[in-house]
């Protein structure tokens, strides 16, 4: 059923504060899952005239400008550093918030909240100087509604597009700001969804819209707004059927992303128990796979031939669902008795071994690497799901990873970052590990020869302390 309810919403000005709202419970969810596509991944590439052209910034995205975690082809940033060592500037970050770094137009961006969770602010950072040149409260609440001990009430990650910041709090609000000013351009309060412990679920620009998952214990859909107005252009009710299921089990997290498969254009959202693929100017559902499972956080991945799920609690697997050819007909009864059974016809392959159950995975060549959170490292064969390597490298991983310079970036909670060279045809080979004070719960950001690291209190830009190379890297465009 596709319904495009009549738009409700306000514009604002930018000294305007919103009112306490009747709170819904948060999700659990943290900053590690949101759009991953990417131009080897199927990926079609925007026009590059669009005014919304997010790829013309340089980290516009949690995952990158190609929305996959991988870096340009160009960035080279430091392998090593220390709490002194190769660090430009440190700045702290009022508040708290896992949102992940976004960075364009000589900015970083971050959401945060404060005072228990009773102000939501989005705080902008000079990305050359380290000094917060917006700190704003966007959404006020006199009673903070529950969130998971790992969630925080600011975990949904920002969303950029040339002059312009798209912050998302779940229920509680979406709004689009003016990225020169940091004014608020146009705010929506009535997108319910029942969280129950934190929003996670980043929104993401495709074309024209902003498109976010609200995946609650008491409804599941997509919905895309005008990012121009934020009117609602359409809303799109999960098909599967979750009525059997207990409410703490029909909840999600995750980001969509944009992929081609079977000739035309894909939003691949992950749900409770299916991911689905829609028609991203419309939201009319073109086809659907059952695989079980909730509360996913992790981003999906996808290259030429395959689209990798994360299936969330409460065993997580990775499956491999082939992007063209016949897709699975929905069967909500075969799925309540035998769920892999009801997959089989559309999944390829399945692996449960270290499988995260919150950060995305990264593929590199022909593996992916995730790292879980029990603090092992694991790679499998894309084309086959098997089990390459596997290794305890860390502490508790939660962030995504990102790859740049021909190296893997895990972060991990204890503030640890552990550098990997891939290694292709061998086993990957641990380059670096480089502690700080604070542990990270978001991702990194990348930009040229820079790494900006949020982690629970401050932002910090890592760079080589070679001021000779530190002038190459510019973060302006």
């Known amino acids: 059923m596709l319904r495009r309810p009549h738009p409700a919403l306000r514009c604002v000005r930018a000294t305007t504060r919103i009112l306490p709202l ?71 970050i009022p508040g708290t918030g896992w949102s992940s770094p976004v960075v364009g137009e000589g900015k970083v961006w971050m959401t945060s909240a404060r005072n228990g969770g009773r102000e939501r602010l989005v705080v902008a950072v000079d990305s050359q100087s380290g000094a917060i040149v917006h700190e704003r409260v966007l959404f006020e609440v006199e009673e903070p509604e529950p969130k998971n001990r790992l969630n925080s009430y600011a975990s949904p990650s920002p969303a950029l597009a040339p002059g312009r910041v798209f912050v998302h709090f779940g229920s509680l609000g979406t709004a689009c700001l003016d990225a020169k000013t940091g004014a608020t351009i146009w705010e929506r309060r009535d997108l319910p969804c029942d969280h129950e412990q934190g929003p996670g679920a980043s929104p993401v620009l495709v074309d024209d819209l902003l498109i976010v998952n609200l995946d609650g214990v008491d409804r599941q859909y997509a919905v895309a707004l005008d990012a121009a107005t934020g009117a609602t252009r359409w809303e799109t009710p999960r098909s599967a059927d979750l009525e059997a299921k207990p409410k703490t089990m029909r909840k999600a997290y995750s980001t969509p992303i944009v992929v081609t498969a ?82 089989a ?26 790292a879980n959170e029990k603090g ?46 891939p290694g292709d045809g061998d086993e990957p080979s641990i380059i670096a590990e480089n502690p700080l004070e604070d542990g990270c719960m978001a991702s990194p950001a990348v930009v040229g020869d820079t790494l900006f690291l949020r982690t629970e209190t401050h932002l910090v830009r890592i760079e080589t302390d070679d001021p000779d190379e530190a002038e190459e890297t510019s973060l302006d465009d």
């Open 376 to 421: 092992i490292l694991a790679a499998l064969s894309a084309k086959t799901g098997e089990t390459i390597y596997r290794k305890r490298v860390g502490r508790n991983f939660y962030a995504s990873p990102v790859y740049a310079g021909g190296h893997l970036y895990f972060l991990d909670r204890g503030g640890n970052t552990v550098v990997i060279a």
């Open 22 to 92: 009747a709170l819904v419970a948060l999700a659990f969810g943290g900053s590690a899952g949101i759009f991953v596509a990417t131009a080897d991944a199927r990926d079609p590439q925007p026009d590059a005239s669009s005014p919304l052209n997010a790829t013309a910034l340089p980290w516009p995205d949690f995952r990158g400008p190609n929305r996959n975690g991988h870096a340009p082809s160009e960035a080279t940033p430091p392998i090593t550093w220390s709490e002194t060592d190769n660090v430009r500037f440190r700045t702290a």
């Open 262 to 343: 079977d000739g035309r254009r894909c939003l691949i959202s992950s749900g409770a128990v299916a991911t689905y693929a829609y028609d991203p100017a419309t939201g009319a559902e073109l086809w659907s796979v059952e695989h079980g499972g909730f509360s996913m956080s992790s981003r999906p991945i996808a290259n030429d031939e395959f689209l990798y799920l994360n299936t969330g609690y409460m065993k997580p697997r990775l499956v491999a669902v082939r992007l063209d050819g016949p897709q699975l007909d929905r069967d909500p009864a075969a799925l309540e008795t035998a769920p892999d059974a009801a997959a």
């Open 345 to 370: 016809r559309t999944i390829e392959w399945s692996n449960d071994d270290a499988v995260p159950a919150m950060a995305s995975p990264i593929l590199v060549g022909e593996r992916i690497y995730m």
